[in-house]
């Protein structure tokens, strides 16, 4: 046996770092596994205002402040000639006011690398590969670069293995979404064309149809992330090599032929991605729990997931360290249950974005202010605040006021 650790952390990706730095804050001894070398590309670039708190509270935040990351402090969309600019200023909820726009190799190795400067052990190029749950501990098997096995102890497990879904791929909990599948094509390019006209403190989304939509995310080293997101269907009109298909796409939405014309891709190729809503039966067991993207990922839209995948290392590593003091957790009532509320007011929104009742509110002529605000709060994250009428009775609200300015516009 090489190691024995109170808890186990898969994964350096934002959930793993802000568990990892919660749990070394509090003195227990946390050991983190990552599969890849870093830096190392992830897509989730946007990130939401609710993130700071748990960033903050992982203390984490000065790190990522003096990057200079990309400020953003809104989300625009934009629908023909219509436009909707969520400023998070102008919010219902009292809580962070802006964020960042991140290249996610930098900020991920940001938040690791901090992770390590606190004293958190990190083992890059290890790869979890298999899990034996005893009585009051687990063994973890693990694989390194040269392909040695080595064996790690440890009390607690987090599973914060992202799109690698470790624990319930190897204890079979995973179930597919009720989400369609979706698909997207996307680059970081070159953007020469960019001046405040285009606004780089916010990320802008166009619907290009009623159920695609493009994301234009400015980054501050003067980069753009630009991306496709759609029915899988909606991409086979595009021929040829993905290169020649982002083109297409890039072509076929006016404005954003206009400003990119001149752009460059940063990568040789971009890159696709599809059908990546999925979920799980349950978000802990016996000695370990699930975090972020491993517990239920639903749809970039609204740029959920990095926040979603904080805010459950966040809780998760409080409960953790109860946990290790002896003291009765209820899993349940306290972790799965209020992450799967926070999903289920995202998850309305992105229903509604899909079968369009949210462009009905969004591009309403007269929006009423207050409602706009608590919907923004919504935007920034704050889906947990349960004094927002639009939090609380998410899916009511969404369908009665979209029925209503429906109805409000039938009339004029
Ligand atoms: C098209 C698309 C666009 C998106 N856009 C956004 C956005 O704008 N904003 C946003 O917030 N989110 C976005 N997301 C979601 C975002 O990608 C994820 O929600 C986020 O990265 C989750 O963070 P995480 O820490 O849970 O996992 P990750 O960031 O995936 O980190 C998990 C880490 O675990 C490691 N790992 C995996 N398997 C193993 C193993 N066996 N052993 C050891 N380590 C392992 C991986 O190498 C990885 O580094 C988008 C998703 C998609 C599909």
Same mark, same amino acid.
């Given at each position: ?57 992982? =203390?984490?935040? #000065?790190?990522? !402040? *003096? +990057? ?5 402090? $809104?989300?625009?969309? &934009? ?67 040269? =392909?040695?096995? #080595?064996?790690? !102890? *440890? +009390? ?5 293995? $992202?799109?690698?879904? &470790? ?75 993905? +290169? ?169």
């Amino acid at each position: 046996m090489k190691k024995e650790v109170d808890v186990l952390v898969i994964g350096a990706g934002p959930s793993g770092s802000v568990a990892a730095a919660i749990l070394n804050k509090a003195g227990v001894s946390v050991q983190v596994v990552e599969k890849m070398k870093f830096p190392r590309f992830v897509i989730g670039e946007s990130l939401l205002p609710r993130c700071m708190e748990a960033l903050e509270e992982a =203390g984490l935040l #000065e790190a990522v !402040k *003096a +990057k200079g990351f990309q400020r953003k402090d $809104g989300a625009k969309f &934009v629908m023909e000639d219509k436009i909707c600019d969520f400023n998070f200023s102008h919010q219902y909820t009292h809580g962070w006011q802006w964020t960042w726009q991140v290249p996610r190799a930098d900020f991920d190795k940001t938040l690791a690398d901090e992770c390590e400067r606190m004293g958190v052990s990190i083992s890059y190029e290890t790869e979890v590969t298999g899990i034996e749950i005893l009585e009051d501990h687990s063994i973890i098997t693990v694989k390194g670069s040269t =392909g040695n096995m #080595e064996t790690i !102890k *440890a +009390k607690f497990i987090i599973d914060g293995s $992202g799109y690698g879904r &470790v624990i319930p791929r190897l204890f079979g909990l995973e179930r597919p979404s009720s989400l369609p599948p979706r698909k997207a094509v996307f680059c970081h390019v070159t953007d020469p064309r960019r001046s405040d006209a285009f606004e780089p403190n916010r990320i802008v989304v166009y619907v290009h149809q009623p159920k695609t939509w493009i994301w234009v995310i400015p980054f501050s080293n003067g980069n753009t992330s630009l991306g496709f997101v759609g029915d899988p269907a909606f991409f086979d009109q595009y021929k040829g090599t993905l +290169k020649e298909q982002y083109q297409g796409l890039l072509a076929a939405e006016p404005e954003i032929a206009a400003r990119f014309e001149q752009a460059e891709m940063i990568w040789d190729e971009p890159k696709m991605l599809q059908s990546w809503s999925v979920t799980t039966d349950t978000f802990y067991g016996k000695g370990f729990v699930l975090t972020g993207n491993v517990t239920e990922f639903l749809d970039p839209i609204f740029s959920s997931g990095v926040t979603l995948a904080t805010v459950s290392a966040q809780m998760a590593a409080g409960l953790v360290i109860r946990h290790l003091k002896g003291e009765q957790v209820d899993w349940k009532e306290e972790y799965m249950n209020p992450m799967m509320k926070g999903i289920d007011v995202f998850r309305t929104y992105v229903n509604a974005w899909y079968d369009g009742s949210l462009f009905n509110i969004f591009f309403a002529p007269e929006p009423d202010l207050e409602i706009r605000a608590q919907i923004c709060s919504v935007l920034a994250g704050y889906v947990w605040d349960e004094t927002n009428p639009f939090v609380a009775r998410h899916a009511k609200n969404v369908r009665a006021l979209s029925n209503f300015l429906v109805a409000k516009r039938s009339l004029v």
